[in-house]
Structures are given as C-alpha cells and as structure tokens.
C-alpha cells in the first residue's frame, strides 16, 4: 500500500504488512484521472508484472518477480501518438521516450507496474515505475520511488501480479486511527 505522507502531496509511505518505508510520489501528488506529463501518480490498485535491474551496479536481485537484466539499447516510449507507446522499445527510437539503462541509479532496480499497460489508451500516463530515489526523496513524474535498502527489503515478498495500492487521501496507519473521547478527537 502507497499512502500520502502527511507533510508533502509528493511524500508517501509504503506499507509492507507492519513495515513502513518512506517513498517519493509524483511532484503534484495524485489523481483519479491520471494523464500524460501531469506529474501525478495514479490513484489505483495496480498490479506488478515484472521488473529490470543494473547487472554492472548489481550483482543480483533476491525475488519471485520476473527481472530482466537492463541493455542500452532498452527504451520506454512515452509518445502518446506513437503504436509503442508505453512499451519497451529497441534504439534507435525516434519517438520521444526515456532511457532504461539510466546514468543516474533511479532505475538501478526499475519495477514495472500494469498502469496503462494491458489496456492502453493514449495521454492515460506512461512508464508507471516503483524505482529508486534522488536524494532527498525528491519527487517523480509519477512514479513511487524508494531507498535502496527499502527496495531490498521489500524485493523478496513481490511476484507477478502483487498489487500495490496508491491512496488518494491521507490515511492514518492502523493504530494511529482518531479515537472519540469526551466529545472530541485526539
């Protein structure tokens, strides 16, 4: 589960069972309706389908998800107008799209999520990732981004088809629900 952090629209915190991680989201929050270049992340229930990793920066990945070792000649298409789009592409690729074997580490482990990907529609949003964060946990585009230990952490418990749940409103973890006392909230 990705819930909003109380403090910023692009802070999160994902919750594994009784594990709670901090996470970056998209740098205007989230949204319902989710479209290309917004810089939200999508409100949903979305389910992983497998995921790619920096085999020069990594030696291994510890999970049951599908991983593909990531090449240069990898690309994501993010060009609504193009028949690829929200696909992995092979360069050369003319139509606008993103590196998947970044210089940065944000796509050192990369997890593929199934937004707009089994029932595409153009302008819906494009290359929907769990990935690792910039410093300071600055915000995505759209994605949910985490610290590389607390993507080791949570890589063995995810396979194909585990659903990660995006809130849309701040939500208190269990335990922290408000309690009515004499009248009020506290």
């Known amino acids: 589960m990705v819930r909003p952090a109380p403090s910023k629209i692009s802070r999160a915190i ?10 970056a989201i998209g740098r205007n929050g ?21 995921g790619f990793y920096r085999g020069d ?3 291994g ?18 060009e609504p107008r193009s028949p ?13 799209h993103e590196e998947m074997m970044r210089k940065d ?10 937004w707009n990907i089994t029932s595409r ?3 819906r949003g494009s290359a929907i990732f769990m990935h690792l964060i910039r410093p300071g946990y600055e915000p995505t585009a759209g994605c949910v981004a985490l610290h590389p230990r607390d993507m080791r952490r949570i890589l063995p418990h995810l396979r194909k088809g585990t659903k990660i749940r995006i809130l849309g409103e701040f939500q208190p973890a269990i335990g922290q629900q408000k309690t009515r006392h004499q009248g009020g909230f506290f």
């Open 61 to 78: 990945i510890a999970t049951a998800l599908p991983m593909q070792r990531t090449r240069k000649s990898m690309l994501w298409c993010d």
């Open 57 to 59: 920066r990594l030696p």
């Open 14 to 23: 994902v919750q594994l069972g009784h594990l709670t991680f901090p996470a």
């Open 30 to 50: 989230r949204t319902a309706l989710k479209r290309e270049g917004d810089g939200k992340s999508p409100i949903s229930t979305i389910g992983l389908l497998h």
């Open 105 to 114: 580490s944000l796509y050192d482990v990369c997890l593929v999520l199934d």
């Open 84 to 96: 690829n789009y929200n696909r992995l592409v092979k360069a050369p690729f003319a139509p606008s």
């Open 121 to 123: 529609s153009r302008n």
